[in-house]
């Protein structure tokens, strides 16, 4: 529980009093307590949430002036280069990384709930060929729900527990078979022998005819490091949207399939696919003098670039880009967008537009370039961002479920008729 600091923020309203308590957490800054504020008869008024705490938690921290992000304590820089994404997802789950038995035990219990129902395989047909694969995401996540509902008691710890490992081996499995649903090839099953993001390549790109395939090991380590880039990032607008969700007492699947929801838009988990767009329609760097024009006539926004909580470079973005120069270098690939995305964050960062407003390259700046060269097409991105960000949903759930809760309803300020009498 956060400590009250025994300081107080006084609120003056109607010639009264309201001393609101102040609590301070391990990092960041103090909170005050507005619910006292309700007795007064007002509401606070924060639309976005700019000023809001929703909650207190204990999984992840960002300090967005300094460019920080922490999980658990461990800055993401450290557990992008020393720990792999399984590891990271345990860290989240459970508080510590994993002493090397516990990892045995935690990649095996993963590995065995890698399959889905086979009448979830059914689920597909009913998209177009040509659906978004993350509307097929939205789905079947969801309809995962379907198959664990009726034994499914969200009171009791070992379902919770045994529900986080599911979604987290589940979700390649599902990832994956929406991209072979869209380009009319097989389901490719998961192998078990294979690491995390092992299986997902190979559920991606391996063909019943070519027996042999093997996935370059440079890119399902950039892969699994791109899933560790995107795992949590405290109370998102996805994150919210689960934990809201969640606080109805809803199905966990039906939560999560809220979240891939919310994360779609290209403000949010959108944006990776919506940079790779921009770079194809500014086409090369000769052009970017005009496109930075009409970013600053605010006709389009610099995809990739601004963020709600950084004000300073996004420490993921940091990582992506050099992750994106070794898997450009390991295949030998002399990627244009890559030299006009650097053009573009040189201009951006010099510019007064962008400097004034405290505009850095966010973590999507660069992770389509690398997806790009990993094969992935431009409408999975958003699809990998889900699934390397299912753990930080389902921690954050979990650690809802783990103690007292109320339902999450916010109330409004309301500007529309007064009461008024039907007349005929
Ligand atoms: N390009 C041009 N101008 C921008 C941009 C941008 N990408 N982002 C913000 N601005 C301007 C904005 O127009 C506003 O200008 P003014 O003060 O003159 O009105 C100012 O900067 C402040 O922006 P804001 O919209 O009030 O900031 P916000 O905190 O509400 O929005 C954001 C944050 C991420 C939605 C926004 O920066 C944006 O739309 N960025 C592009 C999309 C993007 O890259 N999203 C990925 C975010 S990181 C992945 C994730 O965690 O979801």
């Known amino acids: 529980m956060s400590a009250a600091t025994g300081k107080k923020a006084v609120l003056q309203l109607d010639g009264k009093e309201i001393e609101l308590p102040i609590y301070s957490g391990t990092l960041g800054p103090d909170v005050i307590d507005v619910k006292d504020v309700l007795a007064s008869g007002h509401f606070t008024f924060d639309p976005g949430f700019m000023a809001t705490a929703a909650c207190e938690s204990k999984i992840t921290f960002i300090d967005g002036d300094k460019g920080v992000l922490l999980h658990r304590g461990y800055p993401i820089d450290q557990l992008a280069t020393q720990a792999d994404y399984l590891e990271t997802c345990y ?58 509902h009726n034994a499914l008691d969200i009171e009791d710890v070992n379902h919770r527990e045994i529900t986080a490992i599911r979604l987290i081996a589940k979700i390649p499995t599902l990832a994956a078979w929406s991209y072979k649903y869209t380009v009319g090839q097989p389901f490719i099953y998961p192998r078990n022998d294979l690491g995390y993001a092992e299986n997902f390549l190979h559920m991606m790109f391996a063909t019943p005819a070519d027996r042999d395939y093997k996935v370059n090991p440079v890119l399902a380590k950039a892969m699994d490091r791109i899933f560790t880039l995107h795992a949590d990032h405290e109370q998102n607008a996805s994150t919210s949207t689960v934990r809201l969700a969640g606080s109805t007492g809803a199905n966990p699947y039906a939560c999560i399939s809220s979240g891939i929801s919310a994360l779609w838009g290209p403000a949010h988990g959108g944006a990776n696919e919506a940079v790779l767009r921009m770079l194809d329609e500014i086409g090369s760097v000769e052009n970017v003098a005009e496109f930075m024009e009409k970013v600053k006539r605010k006709e389009v926004k610099l995809m990739g670039f601004g963020h709600r909580v950084y004000k300073n470079f996004d420490p993921r973005a940091k990582v992506m880009k050099q992750t994106c120069d070794e898997v450009l270098e390991a295949l030998g690939i002399n990627d244009p967008q890559l030299e006009l995305a650097m053009e573009l964050e040189k201009i951006a960062l010099n510019d007064p537009y962008f400097v004034e407003r405290k505009l850095y390259p966010n973590v999507d700046f660069y992770s389509g370039i690398i997806l790009k060269a990993i094969g992935i097409p431009t409408d999975m991105f958003t699809v990998i961002f889900a699934l390397g960000r299912t753990v930080g949903w389902i921690s954050h759930w979990l650690e809802m479920h783990a103690s007292p809760y109320k339902i999450g309803r916010p109330r409004q300020l309301y500007t529309g008729e007064a009461q008024r009498d039907i007349k005929r």
């Open 91 to 148: 860290l989240l789950l459970n508080g510590e990384l994993p002493t090397a038995e516990q990892k045995a035990e935690f990649d095996a219990k993963v590995r065995n709930h890698t399959m889905v129902h086979d009448q979830v395989s059914r689920f597909f047909n009913g998209f177009r060929r040509d659906a978004h694969p993350m509307a097929i995401m939205v789905g079947v996540v969801g309809a995962l729900s379907a198959f664990y």
